[in-house]
């Protein structure tokens, strides 16, 4: 797959200072389509898809707002504590806006933790992007399907 | 062959030096608006800078703070201000932020809004009144696991006037984190009257600039800047029951209502619940007894979600929104005061509504 003109444009939104101060990328100075294409990999590799990772993300957001901005327990082996800070980000695909809302998940099985964002979720769903290597905010798709047990399913 | 190679590299340095030039006569003519004037509120303040920033900017180099919670990158839809006239188009980035109202009745986003010329700008009269603040870090307290106090002695102006309830916004400097300094807001717990120190509950945000600087970083004697007061959450002159609801941090601008009215000797019957999922995460607990004993018509009701075993809780359990339908009737004379989470505030206001109070009467502080 080629870098396309459209996806040159979105990994300029995803640069420092255009959606975020330290933008998406990292220290990754790869093209966009070489990150997408690494990851999809993984993601095929992990026996699962973008959208039933999302999904797994997604469940467990919602069931977390029901702590009302605490920590509560989710199907006996989860600390789910969602929040939310002031304002919107957009998505540097440019199709829509998301809430500010962070989601803290921490797998007492395991004992390790994940955060991530409703922009990831969004951005995961949608385009299949984890964010750049180096960045503060990177998913591993490997963390998020060990740690949040998503289930296997075809791309 | 070799004279072709000179003469072709020759050409393509010259052609570069030409566009070089080109670049900087355009930054300088172009991309220069020279100098503007922008009149503030009919005239009430006039600002004459330099054209070319965006108008978050520059009112706040002149001393005009317009609160921002992002740092001016147009993801808080905080910096709305009304431009009357001069300000041009709307820019793609500010569409997302208004409503179809808010575009006729010319309200712009101050931080996407480049200053190209002259401008009438109308904004709330008292951000007029906010000033900066330069601080020095007296006091840094952990209340829980995750949330500190910080008490800071204004240096420079030494005293700062302001309603309890009321915010200001903390410069985080440069650090390992931040290439730039970033502004967020946090509501003041400290009484009005101590005039001279003012006092914050900061709760760590997973990966947050300013609340890792502040947990991790921060040390007593460390200088900060702070600029404010800002916010319309304060109590009302009435004699309303009021219904204070707050979780984590939500209990600095309460605490602050509340510390307020004993020192004024306001009687005024007042509930406060606080929820918490377990005690380590409860804070504060003396010091609300204490405020029972005082005022005799206060009552504090905190309240675990999920506690420990080992905590051996003996008092109210349970999601915040259920304790608050237990513990009220009819709430149509009665008031709000809500401070915490954005899904709180928003199960909150549905019970409040069930008990009869009216959507008028119910104020809150949204950390969204």
């Given amino acids: ?155 | 062959m070799l004279l072709a190679l000179v003469i072709s590299i020759g050409a393509m340095c010259a052609i570069s030096a030409v566009l070089a030039i080109i670049m900087v006569i355009a930054e300088s003519t172009i991309g220069n608006y020279g100098e503007v004037s922008i009149s503030i509120n009919d005239g009430d303040k006039k600002i004459d800078a330099r054209g070319g920033k965006p108008l978050l900017t520059t009112l706040k180099e002149a001393n005009v703070f317009i609160p921002s919670a992002c740092g001016g990158r147009g993801s808080c839809g905080l910096c709305k201000c009304k431009v009357k006239s001069g300000a041009g188009e709307i820019m793609p980035t500010e569409l997302p932020w208004l409503s179809e109202a808010e575009k006729a009745d010319h309200v712009r986003l101050s931080c996407q809004l480049k200053v190209k010329g002259d401008l009438q700008v109308e904004i709330d009269p008292a951000l007029l009144y906010v000033r900066e603040f330069r601080t020095t870090v007296v006091g840094l307290v952990n209340l829980t696991h995750d949330i500190k106090q910080l008490t800071l002695k204004l240096d420079d102006p030494n005293s700062m006037d302001y309603k309890a309830g009321q915010f200001v916004q903390i410069e985080t400097p440069v650090y390992e984190r931040t290439d730039e300094p970033v502004y967020r807001a946090y509501s003041m717990s400290s009484v009005p009257s101590s005039k001279n120190t003012i006092e914050m509950e900061i709760r760590l945000v997973p990966d947050g600039i300013c609340t890792t600087y502040v947990h991790k970083y921060l040390k007593v004697g460390d200088k900060m800047t702070v600029n404010g007061p800002y916010g319309e959450f304060h109590r009302s002159e009435n004699d309303r029951h009021m219904i204070c609801i707050a979780g984590g941090s939500g209990m600095a601008p309460l605490k602050s209502i509340l510390y307020d009215m004993r020192e004024k000797g306001i009687n005024r019957k007042a509930t406060y619940f606080f929820g918490a999922k377990s005690k380590r995460d409860l804070f504060l607990l003396d010091e609300m007894k204490q405020l029972e004993r005082d005022m005799p018509s206060f009552t504090f009701i905190p309240a675990l979600s999920a506690p420990d075993a080992e905590d051996k809780w003996e008092g109210e359990t349970g999601l915040i929104t259920n304790i608050v339908d237990c513990h009220t009737e009819d709430l149509s004379n009665a008031e709000a005061y809500l401070c915490g989470s954005p899904f709180m505030i928003d199960a909150c206001i549905v019970v409040l509504k069930k008990h009869g109070m009216p959507e008028a009467n119910i104020f809150y502080d949204k950390f969204s």
């Fill in chain 1, 1 to 155: 797959m080629k870098q396309t003109v459209e996806m040159d444009k979105v990994q300029h939104n995803m640069r420092p200072g255009c959606i975020t101060l330290k933008g998406l990328l990292g220290e990754d100075k790869r093209n966009l389509v070489d990150i997408l294409i690494e990851d999809e990999g993984e993601v095929i590799r992990l026996g699962t898809s973008h959208k039933a990772i999302a999904e797994r993300m997604q469940e467990l957001r919602d069931s977390g707002v029901e702590g009302l901005g605490e920590s509560i327990t989710i199907e006996d082996r989860y600390d789910v504590r969602v929040d939310s800070v002031r304002g919107l980000l957009p998505c540097p695909y440019e199709d829509g806006t998301v809430q500010k809302t962070f989601i803290q998940v921490h797998n007492r099985m395991l004992k390790r933790s994940i955060t991530y964002t409703d922009l990831h979720i969004h951005m995961i769903r949608e385009h299949g992007f984890y964010e750049g290597k180096g960045s503060s905010f990177r998913l591993s798709p490997q963390d998020l399907v060990e740690i949040l047990d998503v289930p296997p399913s075809c791309m």
